[in-house]
Every structure is written in structure tokens, then in C-alpha cells.
């Protein structure tokens, strides 16, 4: 006949079997709260400071600008172009086929007042800074900007119209705040 464990013995292993189930509940949750706290601070330090922030967004007086002339501000570390168009530029970039463009995009949907053109003036082929369109000093075949690194050439909307670029002059988000200040950002 085998022998049965007394019950005092059972109960013994039952109170040790509850005991070890909790000290291993207990640890991992002492080992899941220390990972918390050396991975949120790791996480943290990703987020903007607060300098970079501030950047997000930028107002620019739009009041001095002539007919005709560019400028160009710095926002999040890159150059925005900020042309008031002539009327020449503007039937231009209008009479442009969307079927002749590779990043077809018309200059309708580029523009919220057609007079004034603004474009983050970074090279969508490699980064470089595109030159012109200066009062009297048009850059390229077609009157817009050039980027001298690669060859490509953009219109009087920003759009690529020859060379490597694979996309248009990238457009940031802004907004006219009244008739002579802007906000990009």
C-alpha cells in the first residue's frame, strides 16, 4: 500500500506553492515598475525641447515685399521662399498642361492668394538650395528657381519641371493672419 502524505504536510506544500506565486508576482512587478522608470526618461528626452518648439512656427510681414520680389526666412532650420508674384508669373504658372508635369500639381492648389507664393526652398532631389528668381534674375528654363547641384528647374509655382527632382517645391502649411502678416507653421 503506498503511503499517503500526512495532511499537515500537504497543507505545508499548498502554503509554499501560494507563498513562491506570489514572490514571483511580486518581483516581476518590481522588475516591470524599474524598466518603466529607466525607459520613460529614455523616451522623454526624444520629445522636442522646447527652442524647437518655439521654431514650430513663424509670422512673416509680407508688407515690404514688391511686386516681383522674393525673400527668404528661415523656419525649422530650412529656407521658405516668399514671392509676391507678377501677373506674367501667375498667367504662367497657370497656362502650364498638368499632362507636361511630373508631379502633377496645378498652381491653383499650390497658392491661397495668387499673388504671393510660398515654398520651402529645399531641393526635393537631394536637399540642395535652389537659386533665383530674383527681381530681374530668373533662374532655370522656366522662369522659377534652379538647383545648380543636379540641373533641375522649377516654374514660377515651384513645380519641377526638368531634371532629377522627383517632386515639386514642397508648400508648408500657413496662413494669411491679415493682409500683411503671414504664419508659417
Known sequence: MAETAPESDQASEQGEETRRDFLILAAGGMGAMA??????????TMNPSADVLALSSTEVDISAIEV????????????????????????????????????????????????????????????????????????GDFGGWFCPCHGSHYDTSGRIRVGPAPANLPVPEYQFLDDTLIKIG
Open 35 to 44: 524598466t518603466i522608470g529607466v525607459v520613460w526618461p529614455l523616451i522623454e
Open 68 to 139: 516681383g520680389q522674393s525673400i527668404t526666412v528661415k523656419w525649422r532650420g530650412k529656407p521658405v521662399f516668399v514671392r509676391r508674384r507678377t501677373k506674367a508669373e501667375i498667367d504662367a504658372a497657370r497656362a502650364v498642361s498638368l499632362d507636361d508635369l511630373s508631379d502633377a500639381e496645378s498652381d491653383e492648389d499650390r497658392v491661397q492668394k495668387a499673388e504671393w507664393l510660398i515654398l520651402v526652398g529645399v531641393c526635393t532631389h537631394l536637399g540642395c538650395i535652389p537659386l533665383g528668381n530674383k527681381i530681374g534674375d530668373p533662374r
